[in-house]
């Protein structure tokens, strides 16, 4: 069964200042790979996905991930946050392709920034 | 077109009682899955369902049952309630069942089990 990891439970970050939330996941085949976010009292929506080609995904909002095979590695970054970018963030995997299909999150990053 | 959505938005219930949460998909989606999400345990897979039938199912006890209707809507029913179960509850659907569809998420039932 496939597990991810997300290292920050909590960042605090000033307006303009770079972004990076870790996520690795495990799993010994082929993956997708999503970012999602929740902004307070919103529900739960897409930032980017990563199926496959270029490892460097970007997703809306200025928001881009990498994936980095050999890491396991999905991390999200972006240039320069906005305190509307304050949110809680989700990374998520599925294995691709048919079957099984359930996308198992890691435990979510809570993203403050301070104007 | 409308999103997900789901009745009630909010529950308050005591232990022992049993619960209904309804979703109904985004239109043309087939596929329903139910998460619960926690403030220590993050988002965890229920369960999923597609053409009226159970495809998945999480590492949930028996207490947690869904079903899913011909029109796609479908609904999870929790038995027993215990403080616990104290959650907000996501359903989340896609037009097709495979691992390249995004899901789109409703806005959740958040469940308070007193």
């Known amino acids: 069964a496939q597990s991810v990891s997300q290292h920050n439970h909590h960042v605090i970050l000033s307006e303009a200042a770079s972004l990076e939330l870790g996520c690795n996941y495990s799993y010994g085949g082929t993956v997708n790979l999503f970012w999602y976010v929740q902004y307070p009292g919103q529900h739960l929506q897409l930032l980017l996905k990563?199926?496959?080609?270029?490892?460097l995904v970007k997703g809306i909002k200025g928001f881009e991930a990498e994936f980095i095979k050999s890491k396991f590695s999905f991390n999200l970054r972006k240039p320069s946050v906005q305190w509307s970018d304050t949110a809680e963030y989700f990374c998520?995997?599925?294995?691709?392709?048919?079957?099984?299909?359930?996308?198992?999150f890691g435990k979510g990053t809570k993203l403050s920034v301070i104007p | 077109k409308a999103g997900v959505t789901q009745t009630p938005r909010y529950l308050i219930k005591t232990r022992g009682q049993q619960v209904t949460l309804s979703c109904s998909p985004i239109?043309?989606?087939?596929?329903v899955s139910w998460y619960q999400q926690t403030p220590g345990q993050g988002l965890q897979f229920l369960f999923e369902?597609?053409?009226?039938?159970?495809?998945n199912k999480g590492n949930f006890p028996g207490r947690f049952s869904g079903r899913q209707f011909s029109n796609s809507r479908s609904e999870m029913n929790v038995s027993t309630l215990e403080l616990g179960d104290s959650a907000l509850y996501l359903c989340a659907s896609s037009l097709h069942r495979d691992s390249y569809n995004e899901q789109f998420f409703g806005p959740g039932t958040r469940l308070t089990v007193l």
């Open positions: 369902y597609f053409s009226e039938t159970q495809r």
């Open positions: 998520a995997v599925i294995p691709s392709g048919a079957g099984s299909y359930q996308l198992t």
């Open positions: 239109s043309g989606h087939r596929s």
């Open positions: 990563y199926f496959s080609g270029d490892p």
